[in-house]
């Protein structure tokens, strides 16, 4: 076991189809084309030095590390900003960067402070590798100046010093060892949304600001912690690592909260737990978490947590510690004396969806083969039931027909009766990261959401009256049909034309209308006519307790339910209901 | 017949009096029972004789300066009876400095009434904008090729180059934006035409617009030219009345719209990227390159950007004057530069010449020495960011590559004269404000000023010297933006030509 080290790229991947080829430092490397000169370099294996750059948010071009020569063109471009291009002859390492290397780390340590053995980042400070990437060995400006480092500077108060601020139950924010690339306030912006953080002042006075040079915890800032993940110092770090001290290995995990199903290395010193790390190889979220998955992990250690097994014979007796063995058999012989007095069907398993996939597979395997019977389910009885319903009278299957990263080739997304930005922090990131790349949103909720409006976008909000989703989603259907915005094409290849026809004359009917519905949806006509975009390609959000109906397909190329918990779908999957075995086949009767 | 006066209401002639003078005319025009109308308009650009006050004959305009409200009844008397009058310059045009310059873009500044869209067309205007609208993109694109222009805002790019990458790139909408943010020191050519001639301004992006397909322009002007800004927001609106904005321009089926937007007073936003951001309502800072504006510019649309001088040339190019304009000039600086003469200068003002003049003729010449009388030790050429030229180096003519051989460049074309009372090494540890973004100009302009410090006060000069050297190297090479990869320009020059200087003060102060 060893703590993994994820490859930071510098730049996000690029999606291009198409591919370049290039020489880097004499070696040919191919890329899809918009891949930066820093992103080839590290697939060829090469680190330029870097600091403002990381692979979470776009590039930003201001550390002025990475700069590169390339033949034929003046001048010493940063690796970050410049994209890859057929034929490029480009030189990471030459005697002239080298010195403007060096020459720019000189600038950043004169105003840094030299506490590297007793600072919390020490071993994991990019800003630490970097002056070694470099061999920076003098700081000929000395430490007199201008600084943030000190409180006071010559025996005078430093204005320019602040405090740490310590207001975050989760984080510190340390300005004295801000070297202002942005990488937090970018993070903020890209990768959560939120918008929290920003950058105060100009030239050397320019400082790291939550909202109007508030405090952390009084701002906007919601701790998910991408600032800290994205941090490349010690000027954002985990409480827990300031105390505990660097980690040594990592598990990879999912986190236990919601349905997103976040991948985690939970990052540990021995048996203890220093910090979780959204894991970038996590499909659900892309490095990316909420404040629980990344800080309210104080349950794994705590005291009322049940580490051994215990039973009792009777409700007014207390628990007995016992051993496994022991335990096992008096379950066993419990459930088979029931079984015996009451017959088979007696007896039947519930599981969570916050138990492990493993374990919700191994109930549902001893209800059916050990006990013989259907008699299990889960809490996705409740919120998973109806959605499954409906997708697998439409789809035949009643699991979502998309994965999250699917959102990122989203045009138009409807979200019914869902508040991801709550309830799904993580997949409402990603859905905010492409509306504020353009594509629309139309939520259809009572409620007025944070999802209505955010930061940088806004909503198409039908606030309809509980209970009219059908109505509203009919009435959709009427205006699709009436003003000829099928593609009929995409339905012929997905329908069956002649059941798509019925369905059409019914939701052509003009009690189906938005006019019709409008009395007893509260929706006004309008706002459900005049939106060609309703026709684009997208993704559909029913929350759990929608029942899917065949409008969604005419226009919609795929469909998610948002569920609850962590593995509500997977519980199903794993043939935790009465109707359905693994794989969501449906359940025969047991002779 | 009424008497015509021209009084201009240039802020720079207003600063020194010029509305008191035309009240002062006005009372006593009341008091002598004759009637008189007073033109206000831009400044002819010969500062030192403002208020400039000129007088319609059938010869021409006869010019009068500097005038004072106490001359103005005398002035009257010597207008009327044709007599002798101290203050007398002649006709204006025949002034040796107004003579002695090329004026294609500034041609009407100073002439015209600047609110008056009637005006501008009785002198040539919109001629350019017209025969753009028969001429079609293409040929708009040749026209500015060939007549050669550069951006005039410093960095001399290519025109005609800029604007046809506009027109190439796809968008579903583009926009058109003037650099109207003129912060160099010593450098007015942006105000003044703004405040004398804005219509030229409106016509020169309306084709742009027309020659891209962009329907949308913003001017953005800094907060520090209330004038400017007034005067550009009553010509859009003349302009929108007389079918020269808006909807289907000069019954053509182009629609244009122009906006002025106000900075809020950040230097850094005349670097072409911040200056999108702030448009956007954004934090002012520098976008790394590529992609270009042109690819990629406001609301990450195609967008032409370029100096308020740039636009104020096309129209005369498009008039039919695009080899006429390309015939003046050298080597591939092509056309005229209005040149701006400020500092220590006994005829400061604006100079516009074809390029090739060298900077020793605009300085003694034209310019005539110092105001102090002292010899010129020093100048600055272009901005803030320029570099400081000896006398030695004044055969250097005006050109970019010239100045560029030369380690300096042109920039906006404003010139800064200092006499042999400046101290070159106070000079250098100016700086400037900048927007942090990148690591060099952040902590580099900090770190410089301190280091030259040291040296003024004569501690380890040599080693200093050497970290100087050293930091204006990484802040050249390493900046993400023209304003680091320029700010050694006059460190450098100072140290190079001036070393004298660096070591402990012992100069005469300069008067600041």
């Known amino acids: 076991m060893s703590l993994i080290q994820e490859t930071d790229f510098g730049t996000p991947r690029s999606k291009s189809a198409g591919l370049v080829t290039l020489t880097i430092d004499g070696r040919s490397v191919t890329v899809p084309e918009g891949t930066s000169i820093m992103r080839a370099a590290m697939e060829a294996g090469t680190q330029i030095p870097k600091l403002c750059a990381t692979d979470m948010v776009d590039a930003f071009g201001s550390c002025r590390l990475c700069l590169i020569e390339i033949e034929g063109r003046a001048g010493t471009p940063a690796s970050c900003t410049s994209p890859a291009m057929n034929g490029l002859v480009v030189h990471t390492q030459t005697e002239r960067l080298k010195k403007l290397r060096k020459g720019v780390m000189e600038l950043y340590i004169s105003d840094h402070p030299l506490d590297c053995l007793t600072c919390a980042a020490n071993g994991d400070c990019e800003l630490q590798d970097m002056a070694g990437a470099v061999g920076l060995r003098d700081v000929r400006y000395g430490y007199e100046g201008d600084n943030h480092v000190f409180a006071r500077t010559n025996g005078d108060i430093n204005a320019a010093w602040m405090p740490k601020d310590e207001s975050n139950p989760y984080f510190t924010y340390d300005p004295s060892k801000c070297i202002v690339c942005s990488r937090c306030v970018r993070a903020c912006e890209q990768v959560q949304g939120t918008f929290a953080l920003t950058i105060s002042g100009r030239g050397f006075d320019s400082r790291v600001s939550p909202g109007m040079s508030e405090s952390f915890l009084g701002s906007e800032c919601v701790s998910c912690g991408a600032c800290v993940q994205a941090c490349p110092t010690a000027t954002l770090t985990e409480k827990s690592v300031i105390e505990i001290g660097q980690p040594e290995h990592s598990v990879v995990t999912t986190c236990a909260y919601c349905g997103v199903g976040c991948a985690f290395k939970a990052e540990m010193r021995g048996e203890e737990v220093v910090r979780m790390v959204p894991y970038k190889d996590g499909k659900a979220n892309r490095g990316h978490s909420c404040v629980k998955g990344r800080f309210a992990w104080g349950y794994t250690t705590h005291k009322e947590r049940i580490l051994k097994p215990m039973i009792r014979d009777h409700i007014s007796e207390p628990w007995r510690e016992v051993s496994w063995d022991e335990a096992f058999n008096f379950a066993a012989t419990k459930f088979r004396g029931i079984q015996q007095k009451y017959g088979r069907d007696a007896v039947g398993g519930i599981t969570s969806s916050r138990c492990t996939n493993e374990e919700t597979y191994l109930v549902q395997k001893l209800i059916r083969a050990g006990f013989g019977n259907n008699n299990v389910d889960t809490c996705a009885r409740v919120c998973h039931s109806p959605t499954g319903y409906g997708l697998s009278t439409t789809f035949g299957t009643s699991a979502g027909t998309q994965d999250f990263d699917s959102v990122e080739h989203s045009d138009v997304v409807m979200v019914i009766g869902a508040n991801p930005a709550s309830a799904h922090p993580v997949f409402a990131s990603r859905l905010k990261k492409r509306l504020r790349q353009g594509a629309k949103l139309i939520v259809l909720d009572p409620r007025r959401t944070e999802m209505v409006e955010a930061p940088h976008l806004k909503a198409q909000h039908l606030p309809l009256l509980p209970g009219t989703n059908v109505a509203v989603l009919t009435a959709m259907a009427h205006v699709i049909v009436t003003e000829g915005l099928v593609d009929e094409a995409f339905v012929r290849e997905r329908c069956d034309w002649s059941e798509f026809e019925d369905w059409a004359a019914f939701v052509a009917l003009p009690n189906n209308s938005p006019e019709a519905t409008a009395i007893m949806t509260g929706v006004e006509p309008n706002e459900l006519r005049g939106h060609p975009q309703h026709r684009a390609r997208g993704a559909f959000l029913p929350d759990g307790t929608l029942r899917s109906q065949p409008a969604l397909s005419t226009p919609a190329g795929s469909r998610a339910p948002k569920l609850g918990e962590h593995s509500v779908e997977v519980l199903r999957e794993h043939g935790l209901s009465q109707e359905e075995i693994e794989g969501l086949r449906v359940a025969r009767a047991i002779a | ?512």
């Open chain 2, 1 to 512: 017949m009424s008497m015509r006066l021209f009084i201009s209401r240039d802020a720079g002639a207003v600063a020194v009096g010029a509305d008191d003078v035309a009240l002062a005319f006005e009372q006593a025009a009341a008091r002598r029972g004759i009637e008189i109308e007073i033109v206000r308009t831009g400044s002819r650009g010969l500062y030192w004789l403002e208020p400039l006050v000129e007088v319609a004959t059938p010869q021409g305009r006869v010019a009068f300066g500097p005038v004072t409200p106490t001359d103005a009844p005398f002035l009257l008397e010597a207008i009327i009876s044709d007599g002798p009058h101290p203050l007398r310059l002649g006709i204006t045009e025949e002034i040796p400095w107004l003579r002695r310059q090329t004026r294609l873009t500034f041609a009407r500044c100073g002439v015209i009434d600047p609110r008056s869209v009637d005006d501008y067309r009785a002198h040539g205007g919109y001629k350019g904008l017209e025969r753009a609208l028969t001429l079609g993109a293409d040929a708009i694109l040749a026209d500015v090729t060939t007549s050669g222009l550069r951006g005039r805002g410093g960095a001399g790019f290519p025109t005609g180059i800029k604007w046809r990458t506009v027109a190439l790139a796809s968008g579903t909408r583009k926009y058109i934006v003037c650099n109207a943010d003129e912060g160099d020191s010593g450098t007015f050519a942006d105000r003044m035409i703004m405040e004398g001639d804005p219509f030229v301004v409106i016509e020169g992006m309306t084709i742009a617009g027309v020659a891209v397909g962009a329907s949308k322009g913003y001017i953005y002007i800094r907060s520090e030219y209330p004038h400017a800004i007034q005067a550009m927001n009553a010509a859009i609106l003349a302009a929108k009345r007389a079918g020269y904005l808006g909807a289907d321009i000069g019954s053509s089926s182009h629609s244009f719209e122009l906006e002025v937007r106000v900075g809020a007073g950040a230097y850094v936003c005349g670097e072409e990227t911040s200056l999108l951001e702030s448009l956007e309502g954004r934090r002012g800072i520098v976008r790394a390159k590529p992609p270009l504006p042109a690819h990629h510019g406001l609301f990450g649309k195609p967008t032409v950007i370029n100096n308020v001088l740039s636009f104020a040339a096309i129209p005369f190019i498009l008039a039919g004057g695009a080899q006429a304009y390309a015939d003046f000039g050298m080597g591939r600086s092509r056309g005229t530069m209005p040149i701006q003469l400020a500092g220590n200068i006994r005829y400061g003002g604006l100079f516009e010449t074809a390029f090739g003049i060298t900077l020793g003729e605009l300085v003694d010449d034209i310019g005539g020495g110092t105001l102090t009388g002292r010899a010129v030790r020093a100048v600055q050429v272009g901005g803030p960011l320029g570099a400081y030229f000896p006398r030695a180096l004044f055969d250097t003519p005006f050109d970019y590559e010239a100045f560029a051989a030369r380690d300096g460049l042109i920039g906006h074309g404003g010139i800064v004269v200092f006499d042999d009372s400046v101290d070159m090494a106070k000079q250098a540890r100016f700086a400037m404000e900048f927007c942090a973004k990148c690591t060099p100009c952040r902590i580099g302009s900090t770190r410089g000023v301190e280091t030259i410090d040291k040296i003024r006060r004569g501690e380890r000069v040599a080693e200093n010297i050497a970290v100087v050297e050293d930091l204006c190297n990484t802040m050249k090479f390493g900046s993400l933006c023209a304003l680091g990869g320029f700010t050694p320009y006059p460190v450098m020059s100072a140290l190079k030509h001036f070393k004298d200087d660096f070591g402990p003060a012992t100069h005469l102060q300069a008067a600041e």
